[in-house]
């Protein structure tokens, strides 16, 4: 099993370019999820999916946009990238939210010009 | 609303040290708590968890207790390698009919001298 892969591992954009950090998983997990993580801030939750077909709001869901159209791939999709989301993206993927362990990719560190 | 909060870091030890990094939570719930590790340049993984009250989670020498009268998942081990450092994340989370929770806390980076 890869487990949980994202890429590009690195990036760096202009204010007001799009882009996608893509996320995929080989563990059948019904339940997938995107995080940034800033300094000091430990992780936040962007969006999450329980589902293909599902998806919901996070805590910081401003800026960003997902779509879960089958079981293992995720992507997370910047609309008009700003300096504010200069950030490493974590992906991550369980079986169970509630009680199980959340596998991570190796992150995604972006920059904002 | 429901938060963790984790000793801030750095926490420098030497090496065969015992090693305490404290975590506290508020839950409206009866969350799992989980220890997660990042070693640098990598995403995080799993250490140990425990998903109800006075479970004890264990793993490579590390240990946490789910304390439900002090809200507390401290994390533990008796003699810490360099090979420990790295960032250590207390999270707890749950499952509700409103979707679900999984809150981090801050994360306290851990340095083990030779």
């Known amino acids: 099993n890869a487990g949980v892969t994202q890429t590009p591992k690195f990036q760096v954009l202009k204010t007001g370019q799009s882009m996608t950090l893509q996320c995929a998983q080989d563990m059948n997990h019904e339940y997938m999820s995107w995080y940034r993580q800033d300094p000091g801030m430990g992780l936040r939750l962007i969006h999450y999916s329980v589902g293909a077909g599902i998806t919901d709001q996070g805590e910081v869901p401003n800026g960003y946009n997902v779509s879960r159209s089958t079981t293992e791939d995720f992507p997370l999709r910047l609309l008009s990238a700003a300096p504010s989301q200069t950030s490493v993206y974590f992906c991550?993927?369980?079986?169970?939210?509630?009680?199980?362990?959340?596998?991570f990719g190796p992150g995604t560190r972006l920059t904002v010009l | 609303g429901d938060s963790v909060t984790q000793m801030e870091g750095p926490v420098t030890l030497s090496e065969e040290a015992f090693l305490t990094i404290n975590c506290t939570y508020t839950a409206t719930g009866y969350p799992s708590l989980f220890w997660y590790v990042q070693y640098p340049g990598e995403g995080l993984q799993l250490l140990l968890k425990a998903t109800k009250a006075d479970d004890k989670g264990s793993n490579k020498g590390f240990e946490a207790t789910y304390r439900k009268e002090t809200t507390s998942f401290h994390l533990e081990k008796g003699s810490v390698q360099v090979s420990d450092s790295a960032v250590y994340f207390c999270a707890l989370s749950e499952s509700s009919t409103g979707g679900f929770k999984t809150i981090f806390g801050a994360g306290t980076r851990l340095f083990v001298k030779a």
């Open positions: 991550a993927s369980t079986m169970d939210y509630g009680t199980d362990t959340q596998y």
